[in-house]
Structure formats: structure tokens, C-alpha cells
């Protein structure tokens, strides 16, 4: 193939956060392997938390669901 890559993850708990350390490795015109990293934090948050967020911005809190 034209590319691979190797995905790992690391909990920060206490930070209620996911980090995500991506290395890419795509091949050149020349046929040579490019490598190249991303790195990607995903943070969440309690119902609570976003809701209280929400509310202090100015919005109106509808309803709130789970069926996705």
C-alpha cells in the first residue's frame, strides 16, 4: 500500500482526557516511506458540566438524550 499507520491512545483520568498519538508513514513519488505524527486531545464532560456551560452562555437547555 501507499500508507500505514500505528494509533495510540492514553487515558488521562484525572484530567477526563484521551490523548491520541498518530504516526503516519506515506509512501513518496521516489517509493520512499514519509513519516509524520499527529497528536489529538479529546476532552468530556458530565451531562452536568455542559448543560451549566450551556446555560451560562445564554442558551436554553431543551431536553437532553442518549439515543445516538
Known amino acids: 500500500g501507499d500508507f500505514a499507520y500505528v494509533w495510540r491512545n492514553r487515558l488521562r483520568e484525572q ?3 484521551i490523548d ?3 504516526t ?10 514519509q513519516r509524520s505524527e499527529e497528536h ?10 455542559i448543560s451549566e456551560a450551556l446555560m451560562a452562555a445564554g442558551f436554553e437547555v431543551c431536553a ?4 445516538y
Open 40 to 49: 489529538h486531545t479529546q476532552y468530556w464532560f458530565s451531562d452536568d458540566e
Open 64 to 67: 437532553v438524550t442518549d439515543d
Open 20 to 22: 491520541y498519538l498518530i
Open 15 to 17: 484530567e477526563q482526557a
Open 24 to 33: 503516519l508513514f506515506r509512501r513518496d513519488d521516489a517509493g520512499t516511506f
